[in-house]
């Protein structure tokens, strides 16, 4: 399992969602639910962020409560821990999360809690450092964040740089200082200089690079075949899609057309994206920093299951995951049935 991403629900994970209304249609809220029974709202779990804009959109343009019959009842995470814990606990019956909490759900599960059943976002993320950093072997003996230890991005960096032949170890010895903290917090330490460079996904990137006048040194793209890779994917409970085939065959249509409806009203989802964003956190993003983050991302069903495999590798190689066999992560067949249905090409699980 990734380390640091265990444990039971946390006071954290149920504050978050008694904030976003969600106990109160949690059913009986023992074990992995069934949604509270037969006709009961689909409970949806997703972060405040323009890597889960499908999510945003899809809640905020009544898509899915369209093909749900009912709108989803929903709440709100910070990290995939918290949502990964709330899904274990029976607190929500899906959550659009990264794909490293994914793997992390699979492995201490022993493959029998959850599935990942789409894609949702590829690309994103971006290492952006300070102006006078002109390439990798300048990172030595620099302060670098990303959001989490053992996350999908710390997991990245700390990849990349072994490649590279540099150390970062977990305990933040090593040719370079990885420092996991808040995104919010990157946001500060670079600005004021306690910090190098930061590992990050949109908006977080751009913010630094239009708010702090940060550099991208690297655009995660250029490490993955074809510029594609998972950030985001949509993970179900195993016992509430057993229970609830057809419910989750609706959400699958919403995801299509909020998707579709993304990447053909570009402007519209960013406003409404923007929106659904201050609502949740109080501020607004600036109209610079939310269209140079929309434009990093690609909106996508297809869960670029290569990339996930391929992560996990990573993390086993850098001592960040237990040795894993994913086999069975993926339940594509509900989604493939839907893109058929609509015409559209089908994805796989390799």
């Given at each position: 399992?990734?380390?640091?991403?265990?444990?039971?629900?946390?006071?954290?994970?149920?504050?978050?969602?008694?904030?976003?209304?969600?106990?109160?249609?949690?059913?009986?809220?023992?074990?992995?639910?069934?949604?509270?029974?037969?006709?009961?709202?689909?409970?949806?779990?997703?972060?405040?962020?323009?890597?889960?804009?499908?999510?945003?959109?899809?809640?905020?343009?009544?898509?899915?409560?369209?093909?749900?019959?009912?709108?989803?009842?929903?709440?709100?995470?910070?990290?995939?821990?918290?949502?990964?814990?709330?899904?274990?606990?029976?607190?929500?019956?899906?959550?659009?999360?990264?794909?490293?909490?994914?793997?992390n759900a699979w492995a201490k599960?022993?493959?029998?809690?959850?599935?990942?059943?789409?894609?949702?976002?590829?690309?994103?993320?971006?290492?952006?450092?300070?102006?006078?950093?002109?390439?990798?072997?300048?990172?030595?003996?620099?302060?670098?964040?990303?959001?989490?230890?053992?996350?999908?991005?710390?997991?990245?960096?700390?990849?990349?740089?072994?490649?590279?032949?540099?150390?970062?170890?977990?305990?933040?010895?090593?040719?370079?200082?990885?420092?996991?903290?808040?995104?919010?917090?990157?946001?500060?330490?670079?600005?004021?200089?306690?910090?190098?460079?930061?590992?990050?996904?949109?908006?977080?990137?751009?913010?630094?690079?239009?708010?702090?006048?940060?550099?991208?040194?690297?655009?995660?793209?250029?490490?993955?075949?074809?510029?594609?890779f998972v950030i985001t994917n949509?993970?179900?409970?195993?016992?509430?899609?057993?229970?609830?085939?057809?419910?989750?065959?609706?959400?699958?249509?919403?995801?299509?057309?909020?998707?579709?409806?993304?990447?053909?009203?570009?402007?519209?989802?960013?406003?409404?994206?923007?929106?659904?964003?201050?609502?949740?956190?109080?501020?607004?993003?600036?109209?610079?920093?939310?269209a140079a983050a929309f434009k990093?991302?690609?909106?996508?069903?297809?869960?670029?299951?290569?990339?996930?495999?391929?992560?996990?590798?990573?993390?086993?190689?850098?001592?960040?995951?237990?040795?894993?066999?994913?086999?069975?992560?993926?339940?594509?067949?509900?989604?493939?049935?839907?893109?058929?249905?609509?015409?559209?090409?089908?994805?796989?699980?390799?």
């Open positions: 399992m990734l380390r640091g991403l265990t444990g039971r629900i946390t006071a954290a994970a149920l504050a978050a969602l008694v904030t976003a209304g969600a106990l109160g249609a949690c059913g009986d809220g023992g074990g992995t639910g069934d949604g509270g029974g037969s006709g009961a709202p689909l409970r949806l779990g997703y972060f405040p962020n323009i890597t889960h804009a499908t999510a945003l959109v899809g809640v905020e343009k009544g898509i899915f409560a369209k093909h749900l019959g009912t709108a989803p009842k929903t709440a709100t995470f910070n990290a995939g821990p918290s949502a990964v814990e709330a899904l274990f606990s029976g607190a929500i019956d899906a959550t659009f999360v990264g794909p490293n909490p994914s793997i599960s022993h493959g029998k809690a959850v599935h990942i059943i789409s894609g949702a976002a590829s690309g994103g993320v971006s290492l952006v450092v300070k102006p006078g950093i002109k390439g990798v072997q300048d990172l030595r003996g620099k302060r670098i964040a990303t959001p989490q230890l053992g996350n999908t991005q710390d997991v990245a960096i700390r990849y990349w740089l072994k490649q590279n032949g540099l150390t970062a170890n977990k305990d933040g010895s090593g040719d370079v200082k990885v420092v996991p903290q808040e995104n919010s917090q990157t946001l500060q330490t670079f600005a004021q200089g306690d910090i190098d460079g930061a590992w990050v996904p949109e908006p977080y990137a751009s913010r630094l690079i239009l708010e702090s006048k940060g550099k991208r040194l690297l655009d995660e793209k250029t490490l993955w075949p074809g510029g594609k949509l993970l179900v409970s195993q016992e509430y899609a057993k229970k609830n085939p057809e419910q989750v065959k609706k959400l699958l249509e919403g995801v299509v057309e909020a998707t579709d409806y993304i990447n053909q009203n570009q402007a519209d989802a960013q406003k409404v994206t923007n929106d659904a964003l201050t609502k949740l956190s109080g501020k607004p993003l600036k109209e610079d920093v939310l990093e991302i690609d909106f996508t069903v297809d869960p670029v299951a290569s990339s996930l495999t391929a992560g996990a590798r990573h993390a086993e190689e850098i001592g960040l995951l237990e040795k894993t066999d994913l086999t069975g992560i993926y339940d594509l067949k509900p989604l493939n049935e839907v893109l058929k249905a609509n015409g559209k090409p089908q994805v796989d699980d390799r």
